[in-house]
Each structure stands twice: as structure tokens, then as C-alpha cells.
């Protein structure tokens, strides 16, 4: 057996036994300095922290697709098809070619960033201090790990801390103005928007006393459920399977719901579609419907969306769907 070093072994039992990792950085820079025979300067095991870290790798592809790649493309420099970027020509270009042309490309970023300086990512930094890890820790437990515009979670897309009021208009780093976003959401809100997205997490646990609806937790009719929806049977069915999608947050209005709470109505619609084709070959078609407003002969005012199997036949007169389907067949 071979006999190690107590380097090794020190920092083997530091690794295995004494490391205690509250993130992924400790592995990081000591894979950064085991890589290497020489010190490493602070930027290079940054680099590798950044190579690891997938937000930031999201963020990029987002502005790849989104900005620089659209007018590459558009320009007629490169082209895009099954997610590859081909640079138009580049199988004419030589070794020396290729070299000058990435000379010119450095000249024209360096005179880039001496123009603007440290305004070169201004979109990243917003010209603030950075937000500490403890702050955003507090933000982001805060909201439930879901970006508080369009509820997305943390493990869907990369979240960011957003001032509420931004830095710009005199907005500060406390806490209390400081939101969860998803990097989509704030990119989207930019540093003009005021919006306080605060408060639409808290809404989803909205219950009224009295509601049919909103007793259904624990009552056994649950068929299919995600955090925001659930889906019951129909209690008086236009036809075999019919079923009922409600927000878990008391809401007379279907067309009132916050976008995660479309989201997950949309998911447990096509869920319960999916196992009731899975079921039963019969059904053909289907009527997806929501009575919004006693005009529209809504009677239980807590918003619910209706998914009712149609079956070749099932109708003399489909004709019109659900315009005439549910006429005096169903109480909701």
C-alpha cells in the first residue's frame, strides 16, 4: 500500500471529515489550486466558481438567443438551426484570416471598455453595490425559491434580487425594498418600473369561510393537485369524467388570476386529459369552459375551469360547442 504524504492526508480529512459547505465554493477553489502547480490570483478561481454556477450560463444563453445571436443572424454573419450557431464562410477562412479577424474583434472590444469603462455591464451590476449572499438568501427564502411576478421556480429559471424602487430613483438596499425576480422578469421591469411583486405570493393562500371551494383540502375529492390548483370530478357530469380545475386562492374571477396561477390551472387540465385518454379510447373530443359572472351562469363564485370528455355521438348537435353543451346541465 502506498504510504501518502500529510498533505494529503491533511487535506483529504479536511475535504472528507471537517469541510462544512453551506455552498459549492469551498470544492471549487481547491479543485482551482489542485489543478494547478501554481498560486492562483482571486479572478481565476472566480472563473471557476462561474463556470460551475448554471444561473449565470442561463443568463448568457438567454442574451445569446434573445439579443447578440438575432443580429448576428439577422445581419446575414452567422445562422442558427437545431440550437447551433454557424459562422456564414467560416470554412473559406484561413488559419491567418482567422487570426486577424479575432485581433480586430479584441481592438474593438477593448476600445469598447475604455469608452464606457465600468459601465460595460451595467446590466448586470445596475451601477450598486452587490447584494450580500446573506441578504439574498433572506430575499429568496422569502418568496418561496419562485420569482414573485411570474412564479417560476429557482430550479426553472435563475433568480435574481430586484429593487423594488430602483437604485436610480433613490431606492435602497434594505431589504424591504428588494424582491425575488427571474432574470426574464427583470430584464423585463428594467430600472424605470416601481412594481412591488411582494405581495402575490402571500395572495395564493387566500381562503374564504364558507366556500365550497375552498374546503376541498382534505375532503377526499382531490383527483390531481400542484401548489396553486386542484382538480376534482364534476359532482353533476355532462358526460363520464367530467372534471373540475380551481386555484387554490379564493377568486370569483378566472380571468383575475396571477400568471403562475394560469400556469397551474393549464398544467392539471392537461394532466386530468392525459389520464382520462389514457382510460378510456372513446373520448374524441373535449370542451374546456369557464363561467365567468352570474350573467354567464357562474353559481359557485370562486373561479373553476371545466374539462368535459366528449365521445363521438354523445351529442345529436355539437355543433357550437361549449356555447350549448352545459345549457341547464350543470349548476357551476
Request: glycine residues 10%.
Amino acid at each position: 500500500m502506498t504510504d501518502h504524504s500529510q498533505a494529503y492526508q491533511r487535506l483529504r480529512h479536511y475535504i472528507a471529515e471537517r469541510m462544512r459547505m453551506s455552498h459549492i465554493y469551498q470544492p471549487l477553489m481547491l479543485m482551482e489550486l489542485l489543478g494547478r502547480s501554481s498560486p492562483a490570483p482571486a479572478q481565476d478561481i472566480a472563473r471557476r466558481i462561474l463556470g460551475e454556477d448554471v444561473t449565470q450560463v442561463e443568463y448568457y444563453t438567454e442574451r445569446v438567443k434573445r439579443m447578440v445571436g438575432r443580429v448576428l443572424t439577422g445581419n446575414g454573419i452567422t445562422s442558427y438551426g437545431d440550437g447551433l450557431y454557424t459562422l456564414i464562410g467560416a470554412e473559406e477562412l484561413s488559419d491567418s484570416e482567422r487570426d486577424a479577424l479575432l485581433q480586430l474583434c479584441r481592438q474593438r472590444l477593448d476600445g469598447f471598455r475604455e469608452q464606457r469603462g465600468e459601465e460595460v455591464f451595467a446590466h448586470r451590476s445596475r451601477h450598486r453595490n452587490p447584494i450580500s449572499g446573506s441578504v439574498k438568501y433572506r430575499v429568496l427564502t422569502r418568496a418561496r425559491g419562485r420569482c414573485e411576478c411570474c412564479g417560476a421556480h429557482e430550479h426553472q429559471r435563475a433568480l435574481e434580487v430586484d429593487h423594488i424602487i430602483p437604485k436610480n430613483q433613490g431606492g435602497s438596499d434594505d431589504i424591504s425594498n428588494l424582491q425575488a425576480l427571474c432574470f426574464r422578469c427583470n430584464a423585463g421591469k428594467r430600472d424605470t418600473d416601481r412594481t412591488d411583486f411582494r405581495g402575490v405570493q402571500a395572495s395564493y393562500g387566500r381562503r374564504e369561510e364558507g366556500c365550497v371551494f375552498c374546503a376541498l383540502e382534505g375532503s377526499g375529492r382531490v383527483l390531481l393537485e400542484n401548489e396553486l390548483a386542484v382538480c376534482i370530478a364534476d359532482a353533476y357530469p355532462v358526460s363520464t369524467g367530467h372534471s373540475l380545475v380551481i386555484p387554490r386562492r379564493h377568486v370569483a374571477d378566472g380571468m383575475g388570476l396571477h400568471q403562475p396561477e394560469w400556469n397551474a390551472v393549464v398544467e392539471l387540465l392537461k394532466r386530468r386529459q392525459e389520464h382520462l385518454s389514457a382510460q378510456d379510447a372513446t373520448i374524441s373530443g373535449w370542451n374546456v369552459g369557464l363561467n365567468s359572472g352570474e350573467a354567464a351562469g357562474q353559481t359557485v363564485f370562486h373561479a373553476h375551469w371545466h374539462l368535459i370528455p366528449r365521445r363521438t355521438g354523445d351529442d345529436n348537435s355539437p355543433r357550437g360547442g361549449v356555447r350549448g353543451v352545459i345549457k341547464g346541465k350543470q349548476p357551476y
